[in-house]
């Protein structure tokens, strides 16, 4: 079997794409012919140097052979695994480029993964399909770069500060409706700051989810099938600052994770059995973390997001959970190339 790994992509995201790559490259069986595919930030193909397998670090890009013929380069594999996330990569695009190649890879399809990707569509789906969410507006900045707040009829409402603080109130968080690792994410707490975030989360996407902000425990669950699917037990995010952000992810060393969380056995309960229901609400295939928060005021349980490509590095969430759940990593990463090669 010939099985092409890509990593880098042209998302906010392209470092820990490198970082997950290099992790998943270690746990690939040895019968299995492996080529790795680097894309830059400006958006070049490269074939890296089979001597280099450290792709995070500066020299990833040393020995690398640029690739001319895209289509026909895909095509020569038997399976991909696009270790990319965010933009380009968990959206949607190189799946689509990849059905183009009639190429199988790892991961949800085309449809499945623009969905939920977008945090503005993923909200009505879940809803759809009775997803208990946290409250949001949605704001969508228009070509004249004005924001305006976009209803459930499509039109349009300009009171941008009077309807989030009506319909929400504050605190709330601003997201960049398509990025993903917390970029393009703001909490605000005074109206006066609620104009320049928006503008701000308009720089990564002209849709930008609003959402009211709570005092909240962040939880995560694994997902694992194309038909009949594992699910992991909870996992619980504890991270070193107000809330989950990139720096907290993977720079700051006081972050952690816990398996199984620290939570009641009846919100656990509850949360494996939505995380299923999601992903099949966006209709999922291969693999997702489902990521939810647990209101420490009031006790609900709402679904944050579901991650289509979650991250493979050290310190991820997903292969932890599988992990815990008895799948190692090397299991892992050859039970998602089956799933592709049986769709």
């Known amino acids: 079997m010939k099985l092409l790994l890509i990593c880098g992509g042209q998302s906010t995201e392209h470092s820990i794409s490198r970082m997950s790559c290099t992790n998943i490259r270690k746990y690939v069986k040895d019968e299995i012919d492996v080529e790795v595919m680097g894309i830059t930030r400006e958006g070049a193909w490269y074939k890296l140097a089979d001597e280099v397998r450290d792709y995070a670090s500066d020299a990833w890009l040393e ?3 640029e690739i ?3 289509f026909a380069y895909l095509k020569s594999f038997d399976v991909v695994f696009p270790a ?3 933009l380009y990569g968990e959206d949607g695009t190189i799946q689509g480029i990849l059905e183009m190649c009639n190429v199988p890879y790892v991961g949800c399809r085309v449809i499945d993964s623009a969905a939920a990707m977008d945090k503005v569509v993923a909200k009505k789906l879940f809803n759809a399909a009775g997803i208990k969410q946290v409250p949001s507006l949605y704001a969508f900045k228009r070509y004249d770069g004005e924001f305006v707040i976009i209803n459930d009829d499509t039109s349009e409402d300009r009171q941008i500060v009077e309807r989030v ?8 968080f601003i997201k960049a409706s398509r990025s993903g690792s917390s970029v393009g994410c703001y909490k605000v707490s005074n109206e006066e700051d609620i104009l320049p975030r928006l503008k701000e989360a308009g720089q990564y996407d002209r ?3 609003i959402e009211k902000a709570i005092d909240a425990t ?15 037990r909870v996992g619980q995010i504890l991270p070193h600052g107000e809330f989950y952000t990139f720096e907290s992810k993977y720079e700051d060393e006081q972050s952690a994770t816990c398996i199984p969380a620290r ?8 949360i494996r ?5 999601a992903f099949k609400a966006v209709d999922g295939h291969g693999l997702a973390r489902c990521d939810f928060f647990l209101d420490n005021n009031t006790g609900d349980v709402y679904l944050n997001e579901i991650n289509t490509l979650p991250g493979f590095t050290n310190i991820s969430m997903y292969p932890m959970l599988m992990a815990d759940a008895g799948i190692s990593t090397t299991e892992l990463v050859d039970r998602l190339i089956q799933l592709a090669l049986e769709r």
Not at 263 to 270: A, E, G, P
């Open 207 to 209: 849709k930008v989810l």
């Open 263 to 270: 939570v009641d056995q009846s919100v656990q309960d509850y």
């Open 68 to 70: 001319k013929d895209n």
């Open 165 to 172: 603080k009506h319909d929400l109130g504050l605190p709330v």
């Open 273 to 277: 059995k939505m995380a299923p229901i």
């Open 84 to 86: 990319l996330h965010g």
């Open 218 to 232: 962040e939880l995560e669950c694994a997902v694992l099938g194309n038909d009949d699917l594992v699910v992991s």
């Open 63 to 65: 020995g690398a052979k």
